[in-house]
């Protein structure tokens, strides 16, 4: 199957821990190189951020990364990339015009809105993942949200246009059908993880304390770090190790990583905190084997891979029960689930498995065992192209039924192949310069 994978901000071979790169990058790395195991031929479409970046890549994994110009060549913050997409849609489409693929896999909304317009006249089946949803967003960030304004408005039509949504999570499919969404529109399939190079076996990085907890992801606030670092006054004798964003050495330009810093001086637990910054992934796995607890405390999560990762190694993990991670950890099973935003539950979670070796033993092992009976990556590909499947011959089968006078409205036949919603086209919604 030829597949086209269109991740308008998440290149694949972005380096981690930026400002916006993160699970969407691993996850469209990881799907892509699984499906090209398998026998798939994959390319990648990720907006241009540099003059003198090739125009093609072919990774060693096999899949092609093609960089679209569309807007500056310089990164972009994605928030402000909404008014290039209609040149990223039209990049598409005369690059699909040449060489078709069979199906089209966006990632997050703006590579929904591009794919559609490009895939739309061409009769291509659109497949959906959104790796986050803007109400969830605006929820839980109310006037901090830099989001386009549009961006709920126009996430409703892209749902409705699309032949399939694949949700990473549970708590995504009920988001969706709030927003109106119905469910049979939608499939569950969650991110994945490396069991190769993610294993309990290998080499440990060095603490500098008895004990040691990790913490993963971009400095923004709504991974909850400073939830954590108030965490260590309960805990003593217990470092935190913080991974992505910059540095202890860059932090001053930084405004989140300046504020935990602040907390953590405030707090008396600045000699037990260590930002890492943006950590190469052939060394996560030994930084991850080095704590004794991986804890994830955000606000909101759409999935989270973290856990995951932190598992495949044989670490218990502590997460806020929100979004993704509630169908991940395990309470009991392979971790604990806490509320958000409080540190004295988080704190507690953590002493009691401090204090208990045999039980952190004993999750870590359930940990191992459950990622690698529902998360390799090989797994999840499998599950993707049965979707793939599914909507290529929904479309060819409405096609059929219509007679080839009706063969431009892709989406038509909707997520499980049946009638379409009505709902406006993405062509007559959405102008050409991608402003809502």
């Known amino acids: 199957m030829k597949i086209a994978m269109v991740s308008e901000h998440a290149s694949p071979l972005a380096a981690l821990g930026g ?12 799907l892509s190189a699984a499906l090209c195991r398998q026998g798939h031929e994959v390319t990648v479409y990720t907006r241009r951020e540099g003059a003198e970046a090739p125009h093609t890549v072919t990774t060693e994994q096999g899949y092609r990364v093609i960089r679209v110009p569309a807007g500056p060549a310089r990164p ?36 929904g809105l591009a794919a559609l317009r490009a895939a739309r006249p061409a009769t291509l089946p659109v497949v959906q993942t959104f790796h986050a949803l803007g109400v969830v967003k605006r929820r839980h960030q109310g006037a901090n949200d830099t989001s386009p304004a549009h ?10 246009q699309t032949d399939r949504i694949i949700a990473t999570c549970t708590d995504e499919v009920f988001e969706l059908a709030r927003m109106g969404i119905p469910r049979s529109r939608t499939s569950v399939i969650p991110c994945g993880v490396d ?43 217990t470092e935190l190790v913080l991974v992505g964003g910059p540095d202890d ?28 910054g943006q950590v190469p992934r052939a060394r996560m796995a030994p930084l991850l084997r080095s704590a004794d607890v ?35 950890v395990v309470d009991g099973g392979t971790g604990r689930l806490v509320p958000p935003r409080a ?82 086209s993405i062509g007559r919604g959405i102008p050409s310069n991608g402003h809502g």
Not at 251 to 276: S, W
């Open 19 to 30: 400002v916006d790169a993160g699970g969407q990058n691993v996850h469209v790395a990881e």
């Open 76 to 111: 972009l913050p994605k928030d402000r990339l909404l008014p290039h997409m209609g040149d990223f849609g039209a990049f598409l489409r005369a690059h699909w015009r040449q060489s078709r693929p069979d199906v089209v896999h966006a990632h997050f909304w703006m590579s």
């Open 151 to 160: 961006r709920v408005r126009l996430e409703r039509l892209i749902a409705t």
């Open 195 to 237: 069991l190769l190079q993610f294993t309990p076996d290998g080499p440990c990085a060095p603490k500098s304390a008895e004990h040691r907890m990790v913490s993963v992801g971009r400095l923004v606030p709504r991974k909850g770090f400073d939830t954590a670092i108030t965490a260590l006054t309960g805990l003593p004798d």
């Open 249 to 276: 050495g860059e932090v001053a330009d930084d405004p989140e990583g300046r504020r935990l810093l602040a907390l953590a001086e405030e707090l008396g637990v600045r000699d037990r905190l260590h930002l890492l």
């Open 294 to 328: 991986v804890v994830c405390t955000p606000w909101y999560e759409p999935f989270g891979i973290t856990p995951l990762e932190a598992m495949a190694c044989g670490i218990p993990v502590v997460a806020t029960a929100v979004g993704g991670l509630i169908d991940t």
């Open 343 to 424: 540190p004295a539950e988080l704190a507690d979670a953590v002493r009691e498995l401090l204090a208990a070796p045999v039980i952190r033993q004993k999750y870590g092992h359930a940990g191992r065992e459950r990622v690698e009976a529902r998360y390799s990556w090989d797994r999840i590909a499998t599950e993707t192209l049965h979707t793939y499947r599914r909507v290529v011959a929904a479309i060819v089968r409405a096609h059929n039924e219509s007679g080839p006078t009706d063969s431009g409205a892709v989406g038509r036949t909707g997520a499980g192949g049946g009638p379409s919603t009505g709902s406006p």
